[in-house]
């Protein structure tokens, strides 16, 4: 079934899972804060990416969807560290550091995940 993939116990295995606690986790968040921003922009990204696994978008859907999740993995691991006071992993760190910045514009948050994918 394109969309699902094998995952750890408590982790996502669908695209359809990562919507999920993308929507959870910015109904969380106040819409300012720096990782509400970026994760508005991740839930973009993953729902355009869901919509189009049914159909002749992706050569190998089955493929983008088990990528889709690996890489959301890796972002909410990072959310679920700094939800329990831990430190991100290193390459998470400014968008958790940095998100009530006033010298940060919004569009910095929004592409944070670039250099983490």
Do not use: S
């Not at 109904?27 to 049914?54: I, K, Q, S």
């Amino acid at each position: 079934m394109p969309g699902a993939v094998a995952a750890a116990d408590g982790a996502v295995v669908t695209v359809d899972d990562v919507v999920g606690r993308l929507r959870e986790i910015g109904a969380g968040l106040p819409p300012e804060d720096g990782v509400a921003v970026f994760n508005r922009a991740y839930l973009t990204v993953t729902e355009a990416v869901r919509d189009r696994l049914g159909g002749p978008y992706f050569a190998d859907p089955a493929a983008m969807a088990e990528l889709d999740v690996v890489f959301a993995g890796r972002y909410l691991l990072a959310v679920a560290a700094d939800a329990a006071g831990r430190e991100p992993p290193a390459c998470w760190r400014p968008l958790f550091e940095l998100r009530a910045h006033a010298g940060v514009h919004p569009l910095q948050f929004a592409l944070a995940g670039r250099k983490n994918r």
